[in-house]
């Protein structure tokens, strides 16, 4: 990510997760057998460690689209991903090396857009559609073999770089 890419705002878990997510019945806790991404960090679960895997909606409004889909966090409580406070902010390297379906929404959680794209070409994605004229509000990136929610890709507003 080039540093005029700094208006792109990557958010892991838009929806925060609760204790009653974290204690739904459905949440199963398992010890992984392999290797897996963290939607909390954003960085990949070593295999033999702790996780939770849970059933996560990350829409905040509703919409025809709202779905929830497997997602997988570290049982120990790890540090949310955070853009600012890295040296190399932009697209985790998590998500670089996999196929990801990238899905834009307008501002009525409407999905006007989706594509699959690997690597720079799903950078290069989120980029031309938060670009294109202003429609899409915002990107689900999911991984796509699996489905399951990876990350929410927006543009930095004075209202979510003033934290
Ligand atoms: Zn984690």
Redesign the pocket.
């Known amino acids: 990510m080039d540093a005029e890419d700094h208006w792109m705002l990557w958010q892991a878990l838009p929806v925060p997760l609760n204790e009653d997510v974290m204690s739904n019945p459905m949440a199963k806790k398992a010890i992984l057998t392999q290797q897996a991404p963290?939607r909390?960090?954003l960085?990949d679960?070593t295999v033999g460690d702790e996780v939770i895997l849970l059933a996560y909606n990350p829409f905040l409004g509703s919409s025809p689209y709202t779905q929830t889909s497997p997602v997988f966090?570290?049982r120990q409580e790890?540090v949310q991903y955070d853009q600012d406070k890295l040296d190399k902010p932009g697209m985790p390297q998590q998500q670089r090396g996999r196929l990801l379906s990238v899905r834009g929404f307008n501002k009525e959680h409407f999905m006007i857009k989706a594509e699959l794209a690997e690597g720079p070409r799903a950078l290069d994605l989120c980029k031309e559609m938060l670009m294109e004229g202003g429609d899409v509000e915002y990107i689900h990136l999911h991984y796509a073999r699996y489905g399951c929610f990876a990350v929410k890709v927006g543009r930095r507003t004075h209202s979510n770089v003033m934290k």
Do not use: G, Q, S
């Open positions: 963290c909390r960090c960085h679960i966090v570290h790890c």
